[in-house]
Every structure is written in C-alpha cells, then in structure tokens.
C-alpha cells in the first residue's frame, strides 16, 4: 500500500491518497476533536499538532493546518496515522461511536469525566516518565477504550488494577486499535511470533524504555510497530534488522519478511511513498 499526496492551492490543505476507497456516500468533514469522535482516523489525526480540520472523500483523506504550522514535521505522523488505521482495519466512520458519545452526554457523563480525570492525573504522569501514554478513546458497558503507546504497555496491568480500584463498573481495558480482531494474530505463526515478543524480546527492550507490537500477520509477512524508546530512535533500523527481524525469522522460519509500520520521524515506512 503506498499513500502518496497531492496539494491544493491552499498550502495549509494537503489531501492523502491511500489506494484504497476511503468513504462511501458524501463526504465528511470534521471541524475539531469532538466532531471527530465517531472517527478512529480523524480522532487520531486531531491528537497531531497543528491539525485543524479533516476532511473524508471517496478517495481521500484531506488534512488542514495552522498557517504556522509545518509539514514536513507533521506528514510522517499523519502518513503512519493513516497507515495504521488500515492495517488495523477499523471504520472510518462508525455509528458506534456516535451512540456512545450520546450515553457520555447521558447516563455516563460523570463516570466518563471520572475516567478521564484518573488517566490524567494518576496515569499519565507515572508512565510519561519511562515513555509512554495512554489516551482515553470511548467508554462502553465497563469496556474503558484507551489508545496505549510506548512503555504503556509495560504498565498495563497495573493501569487496569488503578481503574477496577477506583471505578465500580470497570469490567475490562481496550487498545482501540485492538478492538477490531485480525485474523493473522490467531493463527500459529501470529501467536508463535507474539509469543516471542512477549517473552524474549519485548523484556529486553523494556529496559530502554521501549515496546515492539506485533500489528498482523499477513501470509509471509509480519507487520510490527516500534513503540516508546524505539520510535524515532537512530538505532532502530539495526534493531529491526539485525535484532528483531532474525529472531523472528529464526523462530517462525515461514516468515519471510518483516515490515515496519512505525511512524518514525523522517517517513522510514515501507508502507507509505511521500508525494512528490
């Protein structure tokens, strides 16, 4: 999947093309975070510095700026953001969302503020330190939706002991991007190559602050996301490579590539071609 990019007369708009069919019916348009929240993908690109409003057409994914802003900082981030959202197969728009924005606005109002006021507060600041965080995503029948990044992971199930502590209805903690399963995570080689990060490779890396997801697996091919101390990090095409990659290959032999789908400063993606 190669994303390229196509600029307007507008040099705050910027349109994002992915190859693929990007919205059926009429387009979209999301003015700023809370319009966005029946939207994975435009969710995501509002947490981008400078981005002011997102735009769904049926081909393309339209991104506007703040006049001081820069591209050439905010791209990579946008690109992985769009490539991560079709790897990991969510909607674009999802009427879901929308229903659970209503029961925020209703019955769980005060218990969605009380979430959110915990992962601020209490969260947040333990794990910011080490590189990670965590961002609240929706909240549905006990199911907190969060968006967990860098050494988060580490901390997980301390983060759900915090919540079931103090939250009565707490059932059970979701990584938005996980809500939606993947086939190639359930078969042999997904759970052989997880297996191995979870026990081998993620400890070590831990220690540096780091996390390394497995995305999916798709036939030969495994896709994985540098996290915490491992994003952007000038060292972390020799880990790929030299590291994570021969391990991989080495315990699950019918693997034969691995992919990086990180949003590393710079666009070192193998998913996403910058325009010209």
Known sequence: MFIQTEVSSDPDVVKFLPGKP??????????????????PLASRLFDIESVTQVRFGADFIGVTKLEDGDWQLMKPAILGAIMEHYVAGLPMVTDEE?????DFDSVDAELVTEIKELLSTRV???????????????????RIIVELSGSAYSYRTGIENLLRHYVAEFVELVDYRDSKPKPGLQTEKGKAVQRLL????????????????????????????????????????????QGVEVEIKKEVPSIAHVLDVTDHDGGGNPYYQPGK
């Open 22 to 39: 990007v919205l059926e019916g009429e387009e979209e348009i999301f003015s700023d975070p809370a319009s966005a929240v029946r939207s």
């Open 98 to 102: 929308v229903e659970a924005e209503e």
């Open 124 to 142: 947040r600041p333990a794990i910011a330190e080490s590189g990670g965080d965590v961002k609240f995503r929706g909240y549905r029948e006990g």
């Open 198 to 241: 979870d026990e081998r490779i993620n400890p070590s890396v831990a220690t540096h602050g780091g996390h390394i997801a497995l995305v999916d697996v798709q036939e030969d091919t495994a896709y994985i996301r540098l996290e915490g101390g491992c994003q952007g990090c000038g060292m972390a095409d020799v880990t790929l490579k």
